[in-house]
Structure formats: structure tokens, C-alpha cells
């Protein structure tokens, strides 16, 4: 009863609730293209004619500060917040404006909240399991027996998020940046095209910090991946290349050292994390 209390209070839709996925085509250009795209609320516009191209397998930070509309972009990204205007693209292919939540996640769009949603009873193993894509309903991902296919594949995403000897206990024992990855990976048993990740060292230690460069650094090539993250010296050690987002709109992009010398980004800072720019 309470892992189904636990899954319907979490924000992710699971890939197999979802319709099956259909390829994404990446042949003639990126793997996300938002155009133009504007949303307001109450009048107030969070974004503004955004304009936004992520290559396939590339690993890109967007930073800015509070209120820029990182988060907005992410929910629009994955169907929780429709746009009043523009376009959102995954591949070539697919319009996700026209798409709801579990069908975009079906797509292959895998979102990792701040805070981690693991199920805490459950063992790390026992998670990932649950995290897998598969034509099955939840009760039978529980008890079937695995295929040696599945315990591959499960055993493969332990070694990446580095838990293969914490494999057998429960998530709730975990530290805060074990749970963190533990949640990455229940994203990467979906086989997610575009992860989208959000500030996912705030509350680490350093040597998780560098651990999770590692992660992140790791998958990018194999997945798409778009960090948001406010603390800076992280995206300098992870970037390559850098959005800007500022009142909606991208202000800036480029390599870190473009980006945090460039005057406009270094007013916008100015009295709010100027300090984290220049430490990075
Ligand atoms: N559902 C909503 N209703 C009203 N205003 C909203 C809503 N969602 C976001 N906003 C406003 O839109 C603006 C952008 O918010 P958003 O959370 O996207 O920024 P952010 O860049 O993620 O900020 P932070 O770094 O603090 O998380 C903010 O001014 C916020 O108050």
C-alpha cells in the first residue's frame, strides 16, 4: 500500500505507464528545438520568446538567476506547462506541443527533480527494477522473474551510478548523493534520449560533487543531457557549453569563460551570485 501511496504522490511518470515510444529523428539537426516559445502567468511573462537547440548527445548547463524561468522551461519541455506561443521539437519528428506528460517521457525525455524520489523501503536493486522499461504493469515487474537480459541491464546502471556494492540495501540508508545517482539511475533504465537534470549537487559533499561530474560527464554522448544548476564552480567542471537564461529569454551562451565574461551576464549577477561567477 505504500509503494502505491509513494508512486502517486511522485512527479515522474513512469515510461511504462506510457504508450510505447516511437524513434526520435536526429538525421537533419538536434535533438530539441524550442522556437519563440512564451508563457505567462497572471501577466507576468516567464518566458519570452525563448529560443533554445540542443544537439544530440551534447551535455549543456543552463544557469541564470532565480526567476530566470529555468524551471518553466524544463515543465514546458515535458508537457507540464503548455506554452501561450512557439514551438517545442524533439527530433525532427515529434511536436511535443501536441503531446501530454507520459507521452512525452515515453518519447525518451527523462526528468530528475532536485529532490530525490526514490522508494525508501525498497533496496537499490529493487528500484531500478521498478524504474525499467517494460510492456508490464508495476505488479509483475515486482514479482516475475527477472530476465537475464533485465539483471544485465540492471547491473550495467549499478556500476555507472558507482552503487553495485550498496546494490542489496534499502535507498532509505543511502547518503543524499547516493540517492541522488540511485534516482539517475532509475532514469537510465528507461534508456531516456535527453535527460533533463535539476540542481543535482546542491546539498552534496565535494567528493559527491565529483562524483557526479563523473555521472553526468559519463553519459553525455549516449544521451542528451541539460543541467540546471546555480553553483558555479560545477558547471565550469562539467560545461562545454553554457545558456544563460535571464527574465525568460536566452541572455547569453557559450564556453563558461565566455559567459562569465561577458558584461551583460556579469549585471545580471551583480548583488545576486556574482560571487559564484567569479569563483568559477
Ligand atoms: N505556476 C506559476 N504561477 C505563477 N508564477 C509562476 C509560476 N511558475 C513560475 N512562475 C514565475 O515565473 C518566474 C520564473 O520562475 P522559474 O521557477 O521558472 O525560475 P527559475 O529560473 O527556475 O528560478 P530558481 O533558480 O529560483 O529555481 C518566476 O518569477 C516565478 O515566480
Not at 528507461?190 to 560533487?209: H, I, K, N
Not at 562539467?238 to 545558456?243: E, K, L
Not at 537564461?245 to 549585471?267: C, F, I, N, R, T
Request: hydrophobic content about 40%; charged content about 25%.
Amino acid at each position: 500500500m505504500n509503494l502505491i501511496k509513494e508512486m502517486a504522490s511522485r512527479d515522474r511518470v513512469f515510461d511504462f505507464m506510457a504508450p510505447a515510444r516511437s524513434p526520435v529523428d536526429v538525421r537533419h539537426g538536434p535533438i530539441l528545438y524550442l522556437e519563440d516559445v512564451s508563457v505567462s502567468f497572471d501577466g507576468f511573462r516567464a518566458i519570452n520568446d525563448l529560443n533554445l537547440t540542443i544537439d544530440d548527445g551534447e551535455l549543456r548547463c543552463i544557469i541564470g538567476p532565480n526567476g530566470a524561468g529555468k524551471t518553466t522551461m524544463m515543465d514546458i519541455i515535458t508537457g507540464k506547462t503548455r506554452p501561450d506561443h512557439g514551438s517545442v521539437w524533439f527530433g525532427s519528428r515529434h511536436d511535443l506541443l501536441t503531446m501530454n506528460e507520459p507521452q512525452i517521457a515515453s518519447l525518451g525525455i527523462g526528468r530528475k527533480f532536485q529532490k530525490p524520489t526514490t522508494f525508501e523501503a525498497l533496496t537499490v536493486f529493487e528500484n531500478l527494477e521498478l524504474a525499467m522499461a517494460a510492456d508490464k504493469r508495476i505488479w509483475p515487474t515486482l514479482t516475475a522473474r527477472l530476465s537475464g537480459e533485465a539483471r544485465d541491464r540492471i547491473d550495467e546502471v549499478l556500476a555507472t551510478i558507482g552503487l553495485a556494492a550498496h546494490r542489496d540495501r534499502p535507498a532509505g540508508i543511502l547518503s543524499h548523493g547516493q540517492k541522488q545517482w540511485l534516482e539517475i539511475g532509475m532514469l537510465l533504465m528507461q534508456r531516456p534520449r535527453l535527460l533533463l537534470v535539476d540542481e543535482p549537487v546542491a546539498g552534496m559533499t565535494e567528493q559527491e560533487m565529483e562524483r557526479t561530474a563523473e555521472l553526468l560527464t559519463g553519459l553525455a554522448g549516449q544521451q542528451s543531457v541539460v543541467v540546471v544548476e546555480h553553483d558555479m564552480g560545477f558547471v565550469r567542471s562539467i560545461a562545454r557549453t553554457v545558456t544563460v537564461l535571464h527574465q525568460g529569454s536566452v541572455l547569453a551562451e557559450g564556453s563558461m569563460d565566455q559567459v562569465s565574461s561577458d558584461p551583460k551576464v556579469v549585471e545580471v549577477y551583480l548583488g545576486t551570485e556574482s560571487d559564484n561567477m567569479e569563483d568559477a
